[in-house]
């Protein structure tokens, strides 16, 4: 914006302003009646969706799985797709930084001196852009599956071995879930690619005892499960065995 | 009709006599309205405030002004529910590790009104980063951060900023699983940061783990550190919105009448 688009502007919002009304009480009155407007609405999400309080803190717990609130939903989601290690720190800082820093530089480096929105298509396909990738990773973040979870039915071969064969699988599925072993390798639809090797049908390429050695003496980098309880490690690879 | 003897009596001494020729059948709103005009005069000869009351209220707005810009006055609205609601929340509230999930609960379930207020709070929260997000989009759509409003928009990103940071650490005070594991994310994402990261997130648990003293910390930034700068900034902002005045709507323009052209030279 030059000097002279400066100053044309200044004179034409000066002559906008002497024909317009005075703020009070004309503003007053719109900006009052807004004012109730968010007042009703506060109340009216208090009353119907209440101020619910969850179980009491407990730092020693390892399955919970934390979710912000709903406006950081996209962040969470921008955190949750972007995997490997070396991209996490540009993931969870470098982006919302730089969209910050362009959010504050907006007016230094957008200075044309066009106001109307349909002569600004470069600002409004940015706009919008914007808009689109934040609802949609809002809504993709609002949605996110635990990441301590695996939703897989018992196979028939399970089924069929009735009670006690389900409760034992499930007993299992539990014990992979909560022991972070989805955090390398995918179940099903659960858990990340890589590094680990697929465990959707390891029951099928690895006999049991192989499964159980492998637990205690992995290959690099898989830590070693020695410590997990003889029980757990039993469901475990009992689990294991079950997927084929 | 005769005159009362008792007007005489309800003027006030000195020179201000003849400026109330006020009918003698209401001689008492007439006292009223004098305590009320000298009230004001007491307070404008110390602080000479009206003048500027004047400027900010009776400023002109341009024409085609419409109901989208209420979503700035809304924001504030949301932020001063949030300070009252707030002040109620703190006669409870006990900001220690131990204790801190009793005091909620009990004004959750105990104190008259207390779900309902913390509810307020809780859902406010949601509204005023709804409205700041509309107001900027409306600010941004209608060009209104250009010159000479470009400072306007810089404080008003800061804003933006302060208010998801009162969100962040918000968050954590009901100090229940669910705030407590996100703020322990939350921290460790900042820490991952280049430069500052660590530090920051040192100084927000105040220090290496998260400690017994963590949640006084957030809520000392929660409760007196931000809001504190956000209502200075909002201050800034409404100065500066009442200095350089509010943009009419870009599809409006000044009908380009000659003698208004002549008067504005």
């Not at chain 1, 914007?130 to 301590?148: Q, V």
Request: charged share 20%; proline share 8%; hydrophobic share 45%.
């Amino acid at each position: 914006m030059n000097q002279l688009e400066k100053e044309a502007y200044l004179r034409e919002y000066s002559l906008l302003k002497s024909k317009g009304k005075p703020f009070f009480p004309y503003a007053v009155a719109k900006d009052g009646w807004m004012a109730v407007i968010v007042m009703v609405t506060i109340i009216l999400m208090s009353l119907t969706l209440g101020a619910e309080l969850g179980p009491k803190v407990d730092p020693t717990t390892t399955t919970y799985v934390p979710r912000p609130e709903w406006y950081f939903f996209f962040l969470f989601e921008v955190l949750r797709i972007i995997k490997p290690p070396s991209l996490v720190p540009l993931a969870a800082i470098g982006v919302p930084s730089l969209c910050m820093i362009l959010l504050f530089l907006l007016p230094f480096y957008d200075r044309s001196p066009e106001r109307r929105p349909e002569r600004r298509p470069i600002a409004m396909a940015a706009a919008f852009l914007t808009i689109a990738a934040m609802a949609f990773l809002t809504y993709e973040g609002a949605n996110a599956g635990s990441p301590n979870q695996i939703d897989m039915e018992p196979p028939p071969s399970v089924m069929a071995g009735g009670e006690e064969a389900i409760r034992a699988f499930e007993a299992g599925k539990q014990v992979v879930a909560q022991s972070g072993c989805l955090a390398c390798h995918k179940i099903g639809e659960n858990g990340n690619t890589g590094p680990g090797p697929d465990l959707s049908e390891i029951g099928g390429r690895l006999p049991r005892q192989a499964i159980a050695r492998t637990l205690v003496n992995p290959t690099a980098p898989m830590p070693p499960y020695v410590d997990l309880p003889d029980e757990k490690r039993d469901n475990l690879v009992e689990f294991l065995a079950q997927l084929k | 009709m005769a005159k009362l003897p008792t007007t005489s009596g309800t003027r006030p001494r000195g020179t201000r006599a003849e400026t109330t020729e006020a009918p003698a059948t209401a001689p008492q709103r007439n006292k009223l309205q004098e305590t009320g005009v000298s009230t004001i005069d007491w307070l404008d000869e110390r602080t000479s405030l009206s003048a500027g009351a004047r400027w900010m209220m009776f400023r002109k707005i341009p024409k085609g002004t419409n109901w989208f810009y209420t979503l700035g006055s809304a924001t504030m609205f949301a932020f001063l529910s949030q300070a009252v609601t707030g002040v109620f929340l703190a006669m409870y509230y006990d900001p220690s590790a131990t204790r801190a999930y009793e005091s909620v609960r009990f004004l959750t379930n105990e104190v008259f009104l207390g779900e309902f207020v913390r509810g307020m709070h809780k859902w406010g929260s949601t509204v005023m980063v709804i409205l700041i997000f509309l107001h900027m989009a409306r600010t941004f759509f209608f060009g209104a951060y250009k010159y000479p409003r470009e400072l306007n928009w810089v404080i008003g990103v800061v804003l933006l900023i302060l208010t998801l940071a009162m969100s962040f650490t918000g968050y954590l005070l009901p100090f229940d699983q669910r705030s407590y594991w996100a703020t322990t994310v939350g921290v460790a994402i900042n820490g991952t940061g280049p430069l500052v990261g660590p530090y920051l997130s040192d100084f927000l648990r105040a220090g290496p783990e998260f400690g017994a003293t963590t949640l006084a910390r957030f809520y000392a930034i929660h409760m007196l550190l931000l809001p504190g700068i956000i209502a200075a900034m909002i201050g800034a902002h409404l100065y500066l919105v009442a200095r350089l005045g509010t943009t009419a709507p870009p599809w409006i323009r000044a009908e380009s009448s000659p003698e208004l052209r002549e008067d504005s030279k």
